[in-house]
């Protein structure tokens, strides 16, 4: 009895961005502490209550408003940023190989404006091995490499928290069974 084995021609692998929700959660936390810090300043200014949860205009503004508004400003600042992170979805793409045409496509999203994608195409025969760095410790460090013989190694996991090993495991031996190179690291 045979079996016919129909061969999977592209593989698509999706790359989490700043589009977390630990990020999502950080930027609402930095943003409650931006804008209370801020109405917390500008109430000493007025001398009338902005806040809810607490009376803050019977400080002074010299200098303790004055350090508030500050405070309240950059930590708002932060937040908008932190905010505009999620909404680009920074770092977000995919690593498509694709049998059918030969083509290797590494895509990230980057920061608004010209260059918006950056997108890295080689052909699959360049691949040399797929390489998996895992580094434990006090910053931990687990990721998958694509080693080319052209350029030198191209990262293929997100970036920022580490995943877990039987995850990196798994993607790396799929991705070397389907482009027949050896797994290196593990």
């Known amino acids: 009895m045979t079996t016919n084995k129909i061969k999977q021609k592209t593989l698509r692998q999706d790359v989490l961005g700043s589009r977390r929700l630990s990020n999502i959660l950080w930027?609402?936390?930095v943003t409650m502490g931006g804008v209370g810090f801020l109405l917390a300043g500008l109430s000493s200014y007025f001398k009338t209550n902005l806040l809810i949860v607490s009376d803050t205009s019977n400080l002074q503004f010299v200098p303790q408003g004055i350090a508030l508004t500050f405070y309240g400003v950059a930590g708002s600042l932060l937040a908008v940023y932190l905010w505009l992170l999620?909404?680009?979805?920074?770092?977000?793409?995919?690593?498509?190989?694709d049998k059918e045409t030969g083509k290797v496509i590494i895509y990230r999203q980057s920061y608004p404006g010209k260059?918006?994608?950056?997108?890295?195409?080689?052909?699959?025969?360049?691949?040399?091995?797929?390489?998996?760095?895992?580094?434990?410790?006090?910053?931990?460090?687990?990721?998958?490499?694509?080693?080319?013989?052209?350029?030198?190694?191209?990262?293929?996991t997100r970036v920022g928290e580490p995943i877990a090993l039987s995850t990196l495991e798994n993607q790396g031996a799929e991705l070397a069974r389907f482009l027949e190179v050896p797994l290196e690291g593990l």
């Open 115 to 156: 260059n918006r994608k950056i997108e890295v195409n080689f052909p699959i025969a360049e691949v040399q091995s797929v390489r998996a760095e895992i580094r434990d410790g006090l910053s931990p460090k687990r990721a998958l490499y694509l080693r080319s013989k052209q350029r030198r190694d191209i990262p293929l």
């Open 27 to 29: 930027a609402a936390i």
């Open 86 to 97: 999620v909404v680009w979805n920074i770092g977000g793409g995919y690593n498509k190989f």
